[in-house]
């Protein structure tokens, strides 16, 4: 990626085909889309890329087994389309980045042999719906080699267990390798840049996007022929923009994840709690070396805070710890996030837990600004494959095709899973640091690591204990568009999921490291650290830690 800088020079200069709103896996997947189809590209992103749910789901690339549940119980056919189309997507989104996006086997537990028939059938539902893109066989295993397996699971009354498989990735990592691809190929890409208006031609027809530079606080235009509105839960904000006081479409849930020590259950199996007091299904599942569990689901609005509370921790440990031999306790765990999924609403009368995960193409007759509305990671390709079908429709351009379902993503050329060897050898570096860098950056790993060529001490932990080196702040800075402290430690390096308490205690070095790449003036870096640090300390207070 470009500096910040140099980007927003060209953007400034440069009128585009299309101008994507919204820096999440959605829009990071239409930019993508669009520019190699030959669209002059630009994106742009309030926050920080990856900033809202698409760095805050439960990790899973999958057609979803509730989902299918609901299909077969409610005889619902569109949901039934919804689990097969996502379990393409599935496969495709593990090929296209092997290094960042890997198969899971899960297992559900069952305590009667009528549970066992159940989740029998309905596992193998889900490998036939798979089809050519299955992963693995679901399979039953026993009440003694499920206790092998995983001896936190309780004893009394377990039946068995059935193993299935879906997909596991980093998120927030993916978003980044999305637009690090989108820019490779000649796209423009700018975080800290918010949509606050639009100029209109004439005819009613939006031609430009009126930019609020966050950094430096100036506004900006942007020409485009086209916007596509790529919001996620903010997208009816951006509705209103373009056509004010139109009906909103989107019901939004919140959902809270914990992480815990990956020794606090004796086992590295991911494991499906097939029903929660609310009718959900909760997963605990091992991720970046711990154990992450989630997830709740309550209807909020946008002006609720995306923080995980005490209670909603509570809730968590209490639905898990009914299967565990061992309950977990709150003290135990070491971070946590929210997210708010951005639900279409297509029947009021619905709870948000029965709502599809399915998206929708929305095109505004009277401004032409076209929307993504709802959908999941898992199928962020196709709903970019169908926003830019729609986009080039309305251009009036000749149609080619979508080529995303092979497009392999930055990193991933020539990485193989022992990679890390590589790394170990060519820049003698430890093999924890080596496994990290390989699942963080793909070969782009060698670019971070030739930074501590000319300066050795970048291969110095970013906090002691952790895998993060320094050289990766150089690198998120200089390649990665990172501006602020928590750019680094939550979404590039992943180490605010990992442990807050390391987290903050990174801060001084990071915002060192930063200030010198940055500019920043003393005092700037003396603020940024102590705004992180009580950030975090703030969230480790409202869990009760
Ligand atoms: C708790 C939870 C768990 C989930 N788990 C899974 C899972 O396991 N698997 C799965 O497939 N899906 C999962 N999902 C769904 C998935 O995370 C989302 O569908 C997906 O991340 C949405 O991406 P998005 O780009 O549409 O939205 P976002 O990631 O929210 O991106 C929208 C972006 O738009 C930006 N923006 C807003 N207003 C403006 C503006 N005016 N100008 C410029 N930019 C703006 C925001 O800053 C934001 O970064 C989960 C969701 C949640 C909440």
Not at 194 to 199: D, E, K, L, S, Y
Not at 505 to 518: C, Q, T
Request: hydrophobic content about 40%; glycine content about 8%.
């Amino acid at each position: 990626m470009k500096s910040r800088a140099t980007a927003l020079n060209g953007i400034e200069k440069s009128s585009f085909d299309l101008c994507v709103i919204g820096g999440g896996a959605t829009g990071a997947g239409c930019a993508l889309d669009a520019q190699l189809r030959g669209l002059k590209t630009v994106l742009v992103e309030a926050g920080d890329f990856a900033c809202a749910t698409s760095s805050s789901s439960t990790k899973l690339i999958h057609g979803g087994v509730r989902y299918l549940e609901q299909a077969i119980t409610e005889r619902d056919l569109g949901q039934y389309h919804v689990v097969k189309r996502a379990l393409r997507e599935r496969k495709i989104m593990l090929d296209n980045a092997p290094f960042l996006a890997n198969p899971l086997e899960l297992v559900v537990p069952c305590f009667s042999r009528r549970e066992l028939y159940y989740f029998r059938i309905g596992m193998k539902l889900y490998d036939w719906i798979s089809g050519r893109n299955l992963l693995f066989q679901s399979r039953l295993l026993s009440r003694e080699e499920s206790l092998r397996r995983m001896p936190m699971l309780k004893p009394d009354r377990l039946a068995g267990t059935i193993a299935y498989a879906d997909g596991q990735f980093d998120d927030a990592r993916y978003n980044i390798a999305l637009l690090q691809t989108f820019t490779k190929s000649g796209g423009e890409a700018l975080n800290y840049a918010r949509v606050t208006g639009f100029i209109k031609s004439s005819a009613g027809q939006l031609v430009q996007a009126r930019i609020h530079n966050g950094l430096s606080g100036e506004y900006f235009q942007i020409r485009a022929k086209a916007f596509i509105n790529a919001t996620g839960p903010f997208a009816d904000g951006i509705r209103d923009l373009a056509r004010p006081g139109v009906r909103h479409r989107l019901r939004l849930s919140k959902g809270s994840h914990i992480l815990l020590p990956l020794d606090s259950v004796a086992s590295s199996d991911a494991l499906l709690v097939p029903k929660t007091d609310d009718g959900r299904v909760i997963f605990a599942i091992p991720w970046c070396g711990r154990l992450l569990v989630g997830t709740t689901d309550e209807e909020i609005t946008l002006q609720d805070e995306m923080i995980v509370r005490k209670e909603e921790a509570e809730y968590l440990l209490k639905q898990l710890n009914r299967y565990l031999d061992r309950p977990l306790n709150r003290n135990q765990i070491v971070s946590g996030f929210a997210g708010m999924r951005p639900l279409v609403a297509s029947n009021n009368a619905r709870g948000t837990k029965a709502l599809i995960r399915d998206h929708e193409v929305e095109v505004d007759s009277s401004s032409g600004l076209i929307s993504v509305l709802g959908g999941k990671w898992t199928t962020y390709r196709a709903m970019a494959e169908d926003a830019i079908d729609t986009a080039m429709r309305c251009l009036a351009m000749p149609m080619v095709p979508c080529i995303t379902g092979k497009h392999r993503l930055t990193g991933s050329e020539k990485w193989s899973a022992n990679f890390w060897e590589e790394l170990v050898r060519a820049y003698g570096i430890s093999i924890e640091t080596a496994r990290h860098l390989s699942h963080k950056f793909g070969t782009v790993a060698r670019a971070v690591l030739d930074l501590t060529k000319d300066n050795p001490g970048l291969k110095e932990p970013i906090v002691e204990g952790s895998a993060s080196v320094l050289a990766e702040v150089v690198y998120g800075v200089r390649e990665e568009m990172a501006t602020t402290i928590e750019d680094i430690i939550a979404r590039r390096t992943g180490l605010q999921f990992y442990s807050w308490e390391q987290a903050r205690a990174a801060a001084p070095a990071v915002g060192a490291i930063m200030a010198g790449e940055l500019g920043w003036t003393p005092n700037q870096q003396k603020d940024a650290v102590e705004e992180y640090v009580n950030k975090i300390s703030r969230l480790m207070q409202l869990m009760g830690l």
